[in-house]
């Protein structure tokens, strides 16, 4: 059997998140792993992640990594995006777009345009001044995963010391999965 992403079938089955805030994210379900008992489901955002940087000439870009729904920044944001009929969605877990993207050529990013200690990669979706100073959305191009316990047929987000206790056993499980396959 080929693995294929959620954009390659038409039948991966979707899941609202919750978070603790009451925010939802739309994802689609690309595993589920049982712990203990418990159902987990590993998933991945329906509408694009972004991640919102702070751009300083000659410097790296610093990511914002803590940011509120209502935050001014975000309303131009949403102004610069809808110049390119994209949206921008204040959900669980990250910022995201809905619209239709330029999915990026893989030959033409430069793995040195925005990263942080983690080497990340991303691609600058759009860039935008706001309060004198300039900001950039980011794509990052490696996968975005979810992670929600399932109770009773509803995801609900783990996050906080639940993910930091449950993460290291979901990757063992993944990679035993990788092993036997």
């Known amino acids: 059997m080929s693995s294929s992403g959620p954009n390659n079938s038409g039948d991966v089955p979707t899941l609202l998140v919750k978070d603790s805030e009451g925010r939802d ?63 921008l969605v204040r959900s669980a877990v990250t910022l995201t777009v809905n619209g239709e993207l330029d999915e990026p050529d893989p030959e033409d990013l430069d793995e040195d345009e925005a990263g942080d200690d983690e080497s990340e990669t991303y691609e600058l979706l759009v860039s935008f001044l706001a309060d004198e100073l300039e900001y950039g959305l980011y794509i990052p191009l490696d996968p975005f995963f979810v992670v929600a316990r399932m109770d009773d047929g509803a995801a609900v987000l783990v996050e906080g010391d639940e993910f930091d206790q449950i993460q290291p056993r979901i990757e063992a499980e993944l990679d035993e999965r990788e092993l036997s396959e």
């Open 25 to 87: 994210l739309l994802c689609f379900l690309e595993q589920l792993i049982p712990l203990d008992g418990q159902d987990y489901a590993l998933l991945t955002p329906v509408d694009t992640p972004v991640c919102l940087f702070r751009l300083k000439d000659g410097d790296e870009p610093e990511l914002i990594d803590s940011i509120t729904s209502n935050e001014p920044i975000l309303s131009v944001a949403d102004v610069v995006l809808q110049e390119h009929d994209l949206t």
